[in-house]
Structure formats: structure tokens, C-alpha cells
């Protein structure tokens, strides 16, 4: 296993994405052990609700994941079905939210409770708000599967705070450069 920048080992996560991702391989008969062993992570590890992990873990097995299933948006499915309470203390702010507005603070304040290798912003322009989500400069992981689910997720909750079909105008990745 390639060695973690300097640093980044000690980088925490809830590892939420890690056990959505488990779970749904499980779901259809994927043997996971493999890339649990590749990334680093034990089952036991992902089934402590209240522990954490690494952030290099994490995203080593979401990658490795969607590599094995021959599945380039595996994040995209996870995030699809996933039970948005899953997201934990991100869903609940959200979701007691009076605004769109404070539910983006919210997500910006706090995301870094739930994984220390993001940053969260939100910039406002002329009725407009743009929620950013960055890594920290100096963790050179692999983190694209991790970073689309993310975005998903958010997409779903904050549909689900308000009951309407909010919908973002632009989600961009730096990873690819690609604009969804």
C-alpha cells in the first residue's frame, strides 16, 4: 500500500460514505474484504457508528470500490438510496434549518465535525449562494468518488428540508474539471 502524505493519517472521518458504500456492496453479494483490507479499514471499523477513521482510508476504499465494481459513478448510486439520517449531525443542522441560506451555513460550519480534510464556505452574490466544499492543500488522495457523493448528498437533503425540488444551477470539480 502506497504510503499517506506526511500528516494525513492522523486526519479523521465518521466514515460515512465508507459504510454507505459497504453496505451497498454487501447489499449485492460483494466480496468486500479485499478492498477493506487494500484500503486499510476492518468491517468492525466501519460498524462502530460512533468511531472514526481515516480520511486516506476512506477514500482509498471508495476509489477501490468503484475500480472492483467496474462502476465509475458507484458514488452516485450510494448516495441515491442511501438513508439521509445516515449523514448524522450534517442532516439534522440542515434539516432545522428556517433558510436554504442557514441550512448552507450550517453545511459550511460544520462539515469539517465530520471530516477534517474538508473545508465548507458559502460566497453570495445578488441572490445567489454557492455552498464550497475544498480539501485541505496538502492531502494528495484520490478523492473524486468521495467528493461527487458528497455532493449528492447534499443535493438530496437540502431537497428534503424543504420539500421542493431545489436544484442546483452549477456543481463543478476540480478533479475533472467536468461541470455537472
Given at each position: 500500500?502506497?504510503?499517506?502524505?506526511?500528516?494525513?493519517?492522523?486526519?479523521?472521518?465518521?466514515?460515512?460514505?465508507?459504510?454507505?458504500?459497504?453496505?451497498?456492496?454487501d447489499?449485492?453479494?460483494?466480496?468486500?474484504?479485499?478492498?477493506?483490507?487494500?484500503?486499510?479499514?476492518?468491517?468492525?471499523?466501519?460498524?462502530?457508528?460512533?468511531?472514526?477513521?481515516?480520511?486516506?482510508?476512506?477514500?482509498r476504499?471508495?476509489?477501490?470500490?468503484?475500480?472492483?465494481?467496474?462502476?465509475?459513478?458507484?458514488?452516485?448510486?450510494v448516495?441515491?438510496?442511501?438513508?439521509?439520517?445516515?449523514?448524522?449531525?450534517?442532516?439534522?443542522?440542515?434539516?432545522?434549518?428556517?433558510?436554504?441560506?442557514?441550512?448552507?451555513?450550517?453545511?459550511?460550519?460544520?462539515?469539517?465535525?465530520?471530516?477534517?480534510?474538508?473545508?465548507?464556505?458559502?460566497l453570495?452574490?445578488?441572490?445567489?449562494?454557492?455552498?464550497?466544499?475544498?480539501?485541505?492543500?496538502?492531502?494528495?488522495?484520490?478523492?473524486?468518488?468521495?467528493?461527487?457523493?458528497?455532493?449528492?448528498?447534499?443535493?438530496?437533503?437540502?431537497?428534503?428540508?424543504?420539500?421542493?425540488?431545489?436544484?442546483?444551477?452549477?456543481?463543478?470539480?476540480?478533479?475533472?474539471?467536468?461541470?455537472?
Amino acid at each position: 500500500m502506497e504510503s499517506a502524505p506526511r500528516g494525513s493519517a492522523f486526519l479523521w472521518t465518521r466514515g460515512y460514505a465508507a459504510r454507505e458504500t459497504l453496505g451497498y456492496l454487501d447489499r449485492r453479494g460483494i466480496d468486500t474484504e479485499p478492498l477493506l483490507l487494500e484500503a486499510g479499514l476492518s468491517r468492525r471499523q466501519l460498524a462502530q457508528e460512533r468511531g472514526g477513521i481515516s480520511v486516506v482510508s476512506q477514500y482509498r476504499f471508495l476509489e477501490h470500490a468503484a475500480i472492483v465494481t467496474n462502476d465509475s459513478v458507484l458514488r452516485l448510486h450510494v448516495a441515491a438510496e442511501m438513508e439521509l439520517r445516515a449523514g448524522g449531525i450534517l442532516f439534522y443542522l440542515a434539516a432545522s434549518s428556517a433558510t436554504i441560506s442557514e441550512a448552507l451555513d450550517n453545511l459550511a460550519r460544520y462539515i469539517a465535525t465530520t471530516n477534517e480534510a474538508l473545508v465548507g464556505g458559502v460566497l453570495r452574490s445578488e441572490g445567489e449562494a454557492a455552498l464550497t466544499v475544498r480539501p485541505i492543500p496538502k492531502l494528495d488522495e484520490p478523492r473524486r468518488q468521495h467528493s461527487e457523493f458528497i455532493s449528492l448528498w447534499i443535493m438530496r437533503t437540502l431537497r428534503s428540508a424543504t420539500s421542493r425540488d431545489f436544484t442546483a444551477s452549477l456543481i463543478t470539480f476540480a478533479h475533472s474539471g467536468a461541470r455537472i
